[in-house]
């Protein structure tokens, strides 16, 4: 368990797994922590050195609880890249982390090679989908109460949550045009979703059932049909295979080429 003191006196908690580059940070989601990361860090750490750090409010960050603005979560990520040196490093953020790693792709280019999003809202006025409570917003998110993911990853963590924290968290997002913060990234930048995440069924329904962003050899979407907010713990095979599949591209590739893949149909059939 590693610490970082930021200038606002907030003890920001973060864990590192291996070694290698491009470096890879892992931004969580509005109800959970790094946590939910840790089997993604470990299936990546042989080639990548990994880092995932807490949200102040979240996990085991302490300090000031609620972040007021969109800022407040992009001075945290960039004290974090500064403090430890880092520097073209690949952001994966999820949910409320794509947010915060899209809009920092836009204001620190230098900073950020390249990006994967998982879940990410794209319009204001999105946040009608989850719940006020956060363990309701759980359960929307990851309604599979039996899996042992939910148990051991997610719901301790959102028991600690408190409801000041992911109000905010909620309701700074909502306010985000993140479709203009994407007009500005440069970066090769990888959309994941799960066909059952409401999020991403808002985006479709708003959108006449199409992705509002042209494909391109810098921007791709993919879809895991049988996964909902958190494909990571869902999806765990196809997902590791195509998150290991972006970071392996070489320089100037298309991301078009990329693909998800189902290894069982692919090995018996």
Do not use: C
Not at 141 to 162: G, N, Q
């Amino acid at each position: 368990m590693s610490a970082l003191l930021l200038p606002n006196r907030t003890f920001l908690h973060y864990e590192v797994l291996g070694r290698g580059i491009p470096p890879v940070v892992f931004l969580h989601t509005w109800v959970g922590s790094w946590r939910y990361w840790l089997p993604t860090m470990e299936e990546l750490s042989i080639y990548h050195r990994t880092y995932a750090l807490d949200f102040a409010g979240y996990g085991s960050t302490l300090g000031r609880s609620a972040p007021r603005h969109l800022d407040d979560f992009l001075e945290q990520v960039n004290y974090f890249l500064q403090s430890l040196e880092l520097r073209e490093v690949v952001l994966v953020g999820h949910g409320l982390g794509a947010v915060v790693a899209i809009a920092l792709a836009a204001r620190e280019p230098e900073r950020v090679h390249s990006l994967v999003t998982i879940g990410a809202p794209l319009h204001p006025g999105w946040a009608q989908v989850l719940p006020d409570a956060p363990a309701d917003a759980l359960a929307r998110l990851a309604p599979d109460k039996r899996a042992s993911y939910y148990a051991e990853l997610l719901l301790p963590e959102v028991r600690r949550l408190a409801q000041a924290t992911y109000t905010a968290a909620r309701d700074i997002t909502d306010q985000i045009d993140v479709l203009s913060l994407a007009d500005e990234t440069s970066q090769p930048w990888l959309a994941l979703y799960g066909k059952q995440d409401p999020i991403y069924q808002a985006i479709m329904a708003r959108n006449g059932g199409f992705w509002p962003l042209p494909s391109s050899p810098q921007h791709h979407i993919l879809v895991f049909d049988r996964a909902g907010h958190f494909p990571m713990l869902e999806s765990p095979r196809p997902f590791y295979r195509v998150l290991r599949d972006f970071l392996g591209l070489a320089p100037g590739s298309d991301l078009r080429d990329l693909q998800l893949r189902d290894e069982w149909r692919r090995r018996f059939r």
